[in-house]
């Protein structure tokens, strides 16, 4: 059996052939997309509708589109294994999308027994000190890296304690997330189930802020998730693509470590843990 990997500019694939996308679903096509130089603010300067922050908004309209944004070698070999058992050991009708880089930077490496989160689409992959306050951090794609760098200026700067989390499927959290309510709705008189981002946040007090090179509705598909009474802030890159260096893009955005800090010192103030003015 082949599965052919098709490998082109995020946004010039989703956007140019959504057609056919949406054909390849019908077709029961297996296979990967990879989009690289994914992101709003990674590839600039062609053209402001070039520059990605909707195609996983994209891949989540089509229900057996598998879609990913991975930070880390370790998480694409982990996805990729993972589509292989499926399209071809399971032989499930399926197709993978998945965002790549072209930022140098460290490779972590796999932790063992982080696997199966990896493909639910959410790990934890820096843990705080154990101290209070405390926040959550998600990240993924490229802007993952902010988040580390916030998790540093919140415990230097503010002394405040921060766990980041890999997310790197916000589709797939959404998806196993109205499964979990559909099975709820469908049986009453059960034992309710609990979505996957539940019982991951469930263990890790604090408020949880994202930041992603997407659009914000693609993290904000997951607040419904979040446990009770847990502040959720999302960061993404509205608006049209603007051409400069990536930096300052991801500063115009509002998605960078800053802004990351930012949002978690508000989180806090806003659940009363700081006071309005440290914000």
């Not at 070999?77 to 499930?92: A, F, S, T």
Request: net charge negative; glycine share 8%; aromatic share 10%.
């Amino acid at each position: 059996i082949m599965i052919p990997f098709y490998v082109y500019y995020s946004m010039f694939g989703f956007q140019r052939f959504d057609d056919l996308a949406f054909a390849a679903g019908d077709m029961l096509a297996r296979g990967f997309l990879l989009g690289g130089t994914s992101g709003r603010t990674t590839l600039n300067g062609e053209g402001l509708q070039h520059e990605d922050g909707h195609s996983h908004i994209y891949a989540s309209t089509i229900p057996n589109c598998i879609s990913y944004d991975p930070t880390f070698a370790h998480e694409v070999g982990v996805i990729l294994h993972h589509g292989l058992k499926r399209m071809v050991e399971q032989q499930d009708d399926v197709y993978f999308y998945i965002t790549l880089l072209n930022e140098n930077y460290a490779q972590p490496g796999l932790r063992e027994g982080t696997e199966d989160e990896i493909i639910q689409g959410m790990y934890l992959l820096q843990e705080g000190p154990k101290k209070t306050p405390r926040v959550n951090l998600l990240g993924s794609g490229t802007i993952l890296r902010e988040s580390l760098q916030a998790q540093e200026l919140l415990e230097s700067d503010w002394g405040v304690a921060a766990n980041v989390w890999s997310c790197p499927s916000f589709n797939q959290l959404a998806r196993e997330g109205q499964d979990v309510e559909r099975w709820n709705l469908l049986h009453p008189t059960q034992t309710p189930r609990v979505a996957f981002v539940t019982r991951q946040l469930d263990k890790h007090a604090g408020p949880v802020v994202a930041s992603t090179d997407y659009v914000k509705n693609y993290a904000e598909q997951i607040r419904a998730y979040m446990p009770k009474g847990r502040h959720y802030k999302v960061l993404g890159t509205d608006g049209f693509g603007r051409s400069d260096f990536r930096s300052k893009l991801r500063e115009h955005f509002e998605i960078n470590r800053h802004f990351i800090v930012v949002a978690a010192l508000k989180a806090l103030a806003d659940e009363g843990t700081l006071p309005a003015s440290k914000v």
